[in-house]
């Protein structure tokens, strides 16, 4: 029994001690972009890509094409990754990139982003919205470890 208790403890602690600090959590609420890197087959990360997103739950979101770099490597279970939060330089952490169809995350991306991005949201909605349906867009899922 006092095995069971202390690893139900464990579990249950495992998720905060991989996640995101106060910190980054605040970061990433006033950053307007993040930059993630992808893990290319030769160990080395990819190029930086700007890239608007969306947090929820300790975790960081962006809605991409399926033929993206950071799709496919995610396919060829290359999911390791870094993001950097405001700028290519800016604090980062490593995470692990998978793909979601949470359509509960899909729309509340979307709302978010109508908030986030006013601008460039009016020029891209539609765009994202179709995408999503299409499949010409997909919803990554980017995990602290």
Same mark, same amino acid.
């Given at each position: 029994?006092? !095995?069971?208790?202390?690893? !139900?403890?464990?579990?249950?602690?495992?998720?905060?001690?991989?996640?995101?600090?106060?910190?980054?959590?605040?970061?990433?609420?006033?950053?307007?972009?993040?930059?993630?890197?992808?893990?290319?087959?030769?160990?080395?990360?990819?190029?930086?890509?700007?890239?608007?997103?969306? !947090?929820?739950?300790?975790?960081?979101?962006?809605?991409?094409?399926?033929?993206?770099?950071?799709?496919?490597?995610?396919?060829?279970?290359?999911?390791?990754?870094?993001?950097?939060?405001?700028?290519?330089?800016?604090?980062?952490?490593?995470?692990?990139?998978?793909?979601?169809?949470?359509?509960?995350?899909?729309?509340?991306?979307?709302?978010?982003?109508?908030?986030?991005?006013?601008?460039?949201?009016?020029?891209?909605?539609?765009?994202?919205?179709?995408?999503?349906?299409?499949?010409?867009?997909?919803?990554?899922?980017?995990?602290?470890?």
């Amino acid at each position: 029994m006092r !095995t069971f208790v202390l690893a !139900t403890a464990l579990l249950a602690a495992a998720p905060a001690l991989a996640g995101l600090s106060a910190e980054q959590e605040k970061q990433l609420g006033e950053a307007t972009y993040v930059y993630i890197q992808s893990e290319r087959k030769s160990g080395e990360w990819s190029r930086p890509a700007e890239i608007w997103f969306f !947090t929820k739950g300790g975790k960081v979101y962006v809605g991409t094409r399926p033929d993206s770099w950071r799709v496919k490597r995610i396919k060829a279970g290359r999911t390791k990754a870094r993001v950097a939060i405001g700028k290519v330089d800016g604090p980062a952490f490593e995470a692990t990139g998978a793909l979601t169809t949470d359509p509960a995350v899909e729309a509340a991306l979307l709302e978010a982003f109508a908030t986030k991005y006013p601008e460039g949201w009016k020029k891209h909605e539609q765009s994202f919205r179709d995408g999503f349906k299409s499949g010409e867009r997909v919803l990554v899922e980017y995990t602290p470890r």
